[in-house]
């Protein structure tokens, strides 16, 4: 991606728009926002007039430069709509297969890939492309399974997890599929995916910069928000923490990743990007329809009255906001989160921020608010109920009983637990008796912070996946336990340089059990989709290796 402006002329954004942006920023002490719009101004005898606006809110990185339309954001997720685009070139031109066929969307996945091998040879045997891409092979996301691997590891990774689903059975969210996916055009072309996106797609639309840095917050005092939302007060800087920097997600190779959620673009690059998906003149329409068309249903009971049932097809959603239909997809990394919608009518909308922990409050009233002036309809309040549910649901109290059956002791828990697509753990008591400061070192002294309030002996052991840095273990009763797995990363100084403080981008929580043989993970480890029930660890669980999301065997 060159560093040159050139594309169509960019206009700011309305002003009350931009001011209601900046005082959103303002109040909730959010570092960068970035927002990019597309328009259809007229239609007539000349053709169409399309408007292209955005604007840069606050700080992109820590030495303070201030966000422009040449900032660049990773779009995440929002990349999947760009593999099934690819894909879909390859199926118009006819693309063969190695075994001489030619590649179609009902095209088997064992074809392409023959040393795929699922836990279920049923499924593998029914399993096609349109499967992959529509998320609903029956493996759930197992995201914690998944480290920086190429495809041919991914494919070994694979054979050894649970479906947690039938196929075509229920929609789950899986990178695994886009990874996949993405490995098929260097198969079928000889090229790597990242060069043939580039000359198939963004080099006729002639896309076009600063890395924006992210933000994690520390010392959120989630008691105190519990507190002013019961009392009908208003939230703001004082009890959401301290805002830190920090850098790209990861500095190691991402190319096997482009394919899930591997673009990057600036906010100039948004508006080319949506006027192409909105007035589609280098991608056949007939490849966005099929991206559209409803596969699964992702959401039969929406969260709010406005929204409706919302549905997956190809690495897009569709649902309706207040009676009109939405098309779009979020995006979310370590301290990279958009959201892009688009309207029949011509509209598109894609917002940026590099805020982790607060990302839903203020992606959806951004996007929201813009979509709302755009129709005329008076606008919501999307962040008061979007941080009101992020309040109640975050998970900082753990569940203690009462009368607790004293935990098992450390040498029936500490050491190596093995499962062959999730690697190792090595279970240390915590905390560590050294005073080293090496990145384990310091993520086990921010568990054991977290929950200052619980008593008993906890464990912890590095992990080293995409998301997931460290895992520790917090007694509940006997041989159950709550796992905690925790993206920490460096907090950067002025100048940007990592120092050797870090903090805790985002965590998720859930239960397991210790048992002889081994260690048996439940509370959605392995992350299933909405339909799929959540099984938690109970004290007297029998047959744990069989019932267990994910088990670790135990090493002698």
Known sequence: MSKSS????????????????EDLRVKYGVSSIGVATVRKISEGASGEQWEHAVGGFGTANAQRDPVTPDSLFSIASNSKLITVIALGLLIE????????????????????????????????HMLDLTDLLGMRSGLPGHDTA????????????????KLSAEIRQTWQYSNMHYILAAAIIPILTGMPFHDYVQQKIFNPLKKTERWTHGSMRLGIDIEECRRRLDNGQNLDQSVLGEVKRFGRWTEENTLHRAGPGGAIMSL?????????????????????????HP????????????????????????YTYRGYRITGHSGGLPGQNTLMLRLDDGYAIMVATNEVWARLPILNDVIYRYIDDHLGLKPLDWTKRAFERLVRNTRRDLVVPKDPVPPLSSERIKGRYTNLAYADLVLSVLPL????????HVDSKLFLNLFPHIKGTRYGSPMSKVFVDFIGFIPISDNVYHWVCLTTRPILDANGEESVQRGVVDYEVGTAIFTEDGLGMFGNFWGAGPDVPVTQADVGMEEVKRSAEVFFERSR
């Open 6 to 21: 050139a594309g169509p002329p960019i206009r700011p954004l309305p002003d009350h728009l931009s001011e209601f942006v």
């Open 93 to 124: 031109s006819e693309a063969k297969l190695p075994d001489g066929s030619i590649l179609r969307w009902d095209s088997k996945v064992s074809r392409i890939f023959p040393d795929l091998k699922l836990q279920d040879e049923r499924v593998m």
């Open 146 to 161: 998944i480290g920086l691997v190429s495809p041919s590891e991914l494919i070994r990774i694979m054979s050894h997890l």
């Open 268 to 292: 100039r690059d948004m508006t080319i990007w949506m006027r192409e998906l909105q007035d589609p003149k280098i991608i056949p329409a007939s490849l966005l329809k099929k991206a559209e």
């Open 295 to 318: 596969l699964s249903i992702v959401t039969a009971e929406p969260s709010d009255p406005e929204l409706g049932v919302s549905t997956y097809g190809l690495g897009q959603m569709v």
């Open 433 to 440: 008796d050294t005073a080293e400061d090496t990145p384990f």
